[in-house]
């Protein structure tokens, strides 16, 4: 497959019912750092080792949930290009003019089969790590809870997988890394940009444009035991884990912000090529694929998404 002039996932914006507690959550525990307000009351993060200005937006709302998530371009031409292509595709576009989301440039918004909102995006302000670009040591002083390093992926329930599937792969040119299986039916699919295992991921769900769970890198199996400890300290809603994935071998734990969106901080998979073959789970090892370890289902997991 020609490799794809998507880059990564750019940002996620979430719907919080509450603002304040969700920030002490997502600064204080998670370790992400506020960088931005805008006159919407829409508050900007990001993970101490991105370098663009922004990975997560919160505002606040009266239900929780996911209102897009934001993937980076190469170039404004290859926006250009992917807009005419959505068209093509079926898809109505809609640009975002520059700077409606502050420090990012224009974005080319559309909905996808499970009638997720997806943006992409060529331009956004560079910030930095804070530890320069020259004779840089490994992590700066000061970081706080979880120290999450950036917003990875995220996974979305939907109904119309066979039609994402074509879209991400025909369109925007991602690759199929593993899928979940049942005869000919496809339960879950996970997608990659890059050479990370995925960047986005699919359930299938009878209702449209759920949302599962915001993801977030560590760096060692130490830091995903540290980020247990720091759940149990502070009373966070852990949802399940710590424990390993066999799709995708992820090291995780999974737990809930204060308004119910489900959350995960997670250390290693592996690197992924264009040239590999999906790995395939079928729907009787299913227990083994999500929850490697108990090798059982854990509904709550399963059914709860915002």
């Not at 507690?21 to 997502?26: C, E, Q, W």
């Amino acid at each position: 497959m020609a490799q794809s002039s998507v880059i990564r996932p750019g940002h996620i914006s979430l719907r919080v019912l509450d603002m304040e507690p969700a920030l002490v959550h997502y600064r204080e525990r998670m370790g992400l750092q506020e960088v931005d307000r805008d006159a919407h009351g829409r508050v900007y993060l990001k993970g101490w080792d991105e370098q663009d200005w922004f990975s997560v937006v919160l505002r606040e709302a009266d239900r929780p949930g996911m209102d897009y998530v934001g993937f980076k371009v190469i170039n404004e031409a290859a926006l250009n290009t992917l807009e005419r292509d959505l068209r093509a595709f079926g898809c109505t576009t809609e640009r975002i003019p520059a700077d409606e989301l502050k420090h990012c440039g224009e974005r080319v918004r559309f909905t996808i089969p499970t009638g997720h909102v997806i943006e992409l995006y060529a331009r956004k302000d560079y910030m930095g790590n804070g530890l320069g670009r020259v004779n840089p040591d490994p992590w700066p002083e000061g970081l706080k809870g979880m120290q999450a390093q950036r917003f990875d992926h995220c996974l979305l329930y939907g109904d119309d997988l066979d039609g994402n599937l074509k879209l991400f792969t025909e369109v925007l040119k991602f690759d199929l890394t593993e899928q979940v299986v049942d005869g000919d039916l496809k339960l879950a699919t996970f997608l990659s940009c890059s050479n990370k295992v995925h960047d986005i991921a699919f359930i299938r769900h009878p209702e449209k444009g759920k949302f599962h769970h915001a993801s977030f890198l560590l760096g060692t199996w130490e830091e995903v035991l540290r980020a247990a400890d720091l759940i149990s300290m502070h009373d966070i809603s852990l949802d399940l884990g710590p424990t390993r994935h066999g799709i995708t071998r992820g090291r995780t734990i999974y737990f809930f912000d204060p308004s119910g969106n489900r959350n995960e901080v997670f250390c290693g998979d592996y690197t992924w090529y264009p040239d590999h073959q999906p790995i395939t789970w079928t729907a009787d090892q299913l227990g083994r694929a999500i929850f490697y370890h108990d090798r059982k289902l854990n509904q709550n997991f399963l059914s709860v998404v915002t």
